[in-house]
C-alpha cells in the first residue's frame, strides 16, 4: 500500500467488501439453482425465492463496486494503529470464544477479564487475576443459581461438582 | 370508548406489584445500557431476552419495553456530558448539547434533553393508542397478498429512506433475507444454503446476529477510537428544572414538528438515528438564527430529544398492528413474542387483549418512571463511564457471549456472533445500514411465506399483487418508497432544465 500514514483504505476495503458481498450471492443463487427455482405442485420450489434474492444482491454490489472502482478518494477506512487496537480486542475475544468451547464459560471469563485488566488498564497481576475470579463468581450466582440458566462448563467445573 | 376500557384494564395490569418493579429495573438497567456505548438497545434486549422465558409474557414485555425506555432516555446523558452518543440516535443531541455543557450549562441541558424525550415518547403513545386498534382491525381482512404488500413497503420505505447509498441499502437487506433462508425449508421441507454444515441446520438466529452486528462490533469501534472519558459531573438541580420547564412551552411548534416528523419516521422502518437528524436539520433550517445552532441552543437538543424518543416509541405500533417491527429493537422485542409463545400481527389484539393493553399501559408507565429516574440519578449514570473502559469492555464481551450462547444452548453461536461482530464492524465503517439487514432477518421467513401463499392463490401469477384496490394501493405506495430519490433527482432535473 503506497499511502504514507500507512492502513487500509476506504476504496479498498469497499471494492473488497462489494466482491465479497457479490460471490456470497453467487454461492446463494447457485445453491438455490440446484433446490429447484421452478413451479411445483405445491407453489414456488425452494430455491425460487433465495434464488432472486441473491440475483438482487449480486446487482446491488456490483452497482456499488462499480462506483468505488471510479472513485477517486484518499480516505482511510482504518490506520494501521487503529487496526492493531482492534486486533487487541478481537485476538483475545476469539481466543475467549475457543476457550469456552474448549474448557466451559467460566475460566475462559475470568483470564479475559484479568487479561484487559492487566494489559490494557495496567493493574497489578494479582488486582487483576482476583477480580476476573470475582466476575466469573458473579456471573455464576446470578446465572446458575438465580435464573437457572446452563451456561456452558468443563472439567474444571466437574471437579468442583457442577 | 372501548379501548379506553380495554386501556384502564391495561393499567390494573401494569400496576400489580410485581411490573411495577419490573418496570424501574428494567428502565435503570436501560438507562445503562444506554450510557454505555458498545451496550445498545437491541442487544441489550436480545441479550436479556433468555432471562424472562420463565416470565409471564405481559411482565417479560414489560421489563424488556421499559429497557428501551431506559436507552431512549440514557442515550443523551453522555452525548451532553462527554460529547460520547451512548447511542447512535443521540449523536444530533451532541451538536448542541455538549457545548451547552462546556458552558456550564449541562443540568439546562439535560432537563431539557430528558423532558423532550419524555413529550415525544408521550405523544407517540398516545397516536399508538388511538390508531393501533384500528390499523390492526384493518389488517384482520388481510390475507397473504396483502401482508407481503406490507412487507414490500416497509422494505421499499428503507430503500427510499435511506440517506447514503440506496444499492448498500439494497445489498444489506438483501443478506438478511438470505440469512433468513438458512435451515430447514418449512414449506417443503427441503434443506436449504446449508452447504453440509450440520450447525447451519437450525438457521441463523437473529438474536445472535444482532448481539453480533450491534453488541460486539460496537465495542470494536469503540477500541478504534481509543476511549478516553474525561470526568465531568453533573447534578440537576430544582431550580434549573423550574426554570427550563417554565421556558419549553415557547419550543412548542419545535416539539411539535419533531413529535411529527419522530412519529412518522418510526412507523416507517427509518428508526430513531435519522429523525434525530432530520428533526435537528429542520429546527436549524427554519429557525431565525439557524448558524447560531452547535453553539449551545436548547432548540438543538429539544429537537433531537423529542423526534428519536417518538420514532422509537412509534416502531412499536406496526409491530402491535402488523407484526411488522419499525426498528432493530422493534425486531427483537417481537423475536421476544414469538419465543414466549404469541403470535405477533393483527390478531394479537383480539386474542391476547390483556398483553397488548398491559404492555401500551406500562409505555405510559415506563416513561414517566423513565422520567423520573434518570432526573433524580443523572449523577451516578454518568459516573458509570468513569469505570475503566479496560473492565467495562471484557464484561460486556461476556455479557455478550452469554446472550449468544443461551439463545439455543449453542456455542457454535459464539463463533457466530464473532464472526456477525467483524461484519458489523466493517458494513458500519463503510456506511452499510445494519437495520434493514436484521429486520430483512427477522421478518424474512414471513415474507416468503406470504409471497409464496399469495402465488399458490394465484397460481404463479403476480398479478396477486395488484388483484385488488387495497393490495394494489400498498403495492403503489411501495413502488413510490422505493424509486423515491429517483422521482426526486428527476424532479430536480425537470426544474433545472424549465427554468433554463
Redesign the interface.
Known sequence: MADHRGGVR?RT??LV??AA?AA??AL?VA??YR?GIA??L??????T??FW??I??IT??L??FT?AAFGRSRVL??SSQ??A??A???V???M??AG??VIG?YLP?AA??A???AV????RLTTAAL?GLA?SGV?FVV?EAW??????KGPVEALLGY | MENLDALFAGFAVALVPGNLGLMVLGVMLGIVIGVLPGLGGANGIAILL??TF?MPPVSAIIMLSCIYWGALFGGAITSILFNIPGEPWSVATTFDGYPMAQQGRAAEALTAAFTSSFVGALFAILMITAIAPLIAAFALRFGPPEFFAVMFLSFASFVGLTQG?A??T??AM??G??MA?VGL?T??G?L??T?GSTELLRGIDFLVAVIGLFG?SE??IA??E?LAFRGATARIDPKVVSQVWKALPRHWAIALRSCVIGCWMGVTPAGATPASFMSYGMARRLSKDGPTFGTGRIEGVIAPEVANNAAGVAALLPMLALGVPGSPTAAVLLGGLVMWGLQPGPMLFIEQKEFVWGLVASMYLGNLASLVVVMALVPWFAAILRI????I???I??AC??GA??VN?A?FD??L??VF??VG??MK??D?PLAPMVLALVLGNRT?QS???S??LSD?SLGVFFGNWLVGSIMAVGFLMLFWPMLGRLRAAVLARLSR
Request: glycine share 8%; hydrophobic share 65%; charged share 10%.
Open positions: 476506504a476495503a469497499e467488501a462489494a458481498i456470497l450471492g446463494v445453491d438455490a433446490i413451479w411445483d405445491d407453489g414456488p420450489q425452494s430455491g425465492f433465495p434474492t441473491g438482487i444482491m446491488a454490489s452497482v456499488t462506483f477506512f482504518a487503529e487496526l487496537s482492534v487487541r480486542l478481537f483475545p475475544a476469539c475467549f470464544v469456552v468451547l464459560l471469563a479475559l477479564v487479561w484487559f485488566m490494557i488498564g495496567g493493574y477480580s466476575a456471573i446465572f435464573f437457572l440458566v446452563a451456561l456452558p | 433468555p432471562l420463565a447509498s444499492w448498500k439494497l445489498a438483501m443478506a433475507f438470505l433462508c425449508d414449506v417443503t427441503q436449504r444454503l452447504f460486539i465495542i470494536m477500541m478504534e481509543g475503566p473502559f479496560a473492565i469492555a471484557p464484561l464481551l461476556i457471549a452469554i450462547f443461551t444452548n456455542a459464539l463463533v456472533m464473532l461482530g467483524v464492524y466493517v465503517k463503510l452499510y416468503e409471497f409464496r401463499q402465488l399458490l404463479g
